[in-house]
């Protein structure tokens, strides 16, 4: 199974901050890397497919990068909504595992 | 308007078993692939199993093959999860999403709790 590795863990921030959550998977994945937003009580919300596409509807303060084994998400300027969980997730095999996920938090 | 209900979660002993639900509406179905995710309390999210368009193939993450099976019925619009043999860990909140190239339609989750 692929693995998928996230860091940091958690994180402290201020509104306005650049942040950028790693993700490193246990074998290339091309660019079949995914990350969700999740907040407290609520299902996770897609922002970007494909490493580096943004969904629809989506804030254009966030942004993906990355092809192979690194991947990365980027926060340019933090909002207080932005304040969540965010999980990485491969789609390169059948069995679509999540990173452990980073947990932003108000500095 | 995209919409994605699961049900029939709830309150079942260890070995027990559950058939969860997941019924959608506001898009075409039948093209479509489905996933169950879970997410434990206070832990992250964990995949759990895809069925394709016609459900003639499925897959399912190591710790639940073999006791859940993921079906789905296009005439109404449903997806299902069959979990038999529940254990005490398989304890979460299950989500059905729809997959494209990722999950951009989520529901909002069932609670699915084993304990004796």
């Known amino acids: 199974d692929i693995q998928m590795t996230q860091s940091p863990s958690s994180l402290s921030a201020s509104v306005g901050d650049r942040v950028t959550i790693t993700c490193r998977a246990s074998q290339s994945i091309r660019n079949y890397l995914n990350w969700y937003q999740q907040k407290p009580g609520k299902a996770p919300k897609l922002l970007i497919y494909?490493?580096?596409s943004l969904q629809s509807g989506g804030p254009s303060r966030f942004s993906g990068s990355g092809s192979g084994t690194d991947f990365t998400l980027t926060i340019s300027s933090l909002q207080p909504e932005d304040f969540a969980t965010y999980y990485c997730?491969?789609?390169?095999?059948?069995?679509?595992?999540f990173g452990q996920g980073t947990k932003l938090e108000i500095k | 308007e995209v919409q994605l209900v699961e049900s029939g979660g709830g309150l079942v002993q260890p070995g027990g078993s559950l058939r969860l639900s997941c019924a959608a509406s506001g898009f075409t179905f039948s093209p479509y692939w489905m996933h169950w995710v879970r997410q434990a309390p206070g832990k992250g999210l964990v995949w759990v199993s895809r069925?394709?368009?016609?459900?003639?193939?499925?897959s399912y993450a190591d710790s639940v093959k073999g006791r859940f099976t993921i079906s789905r019925d296009n005439a109404r619009n449903t997806l299902y999860l069959q979990m038999n043999s529940l254990r005490t860990e398989d304890t979460a909140v299950y989500y059905c999403?729809?997959?494209?190239?990722?999950?951009?339609?989520w529901g909002q989750g069932t609670l699915v709790t084993v304990s004796s």
């Open positions: 494909a490493a580096s």
């Open positions: 999403a729809r997959v494209i190239e990722a999950a951009d339609y």
């Open positions: 069925i394709n368009s016609d459900g003639s193939s499925t």
């Open positions: 997730q491969q789609s390169y095999s059948t069995l679509y595992t």
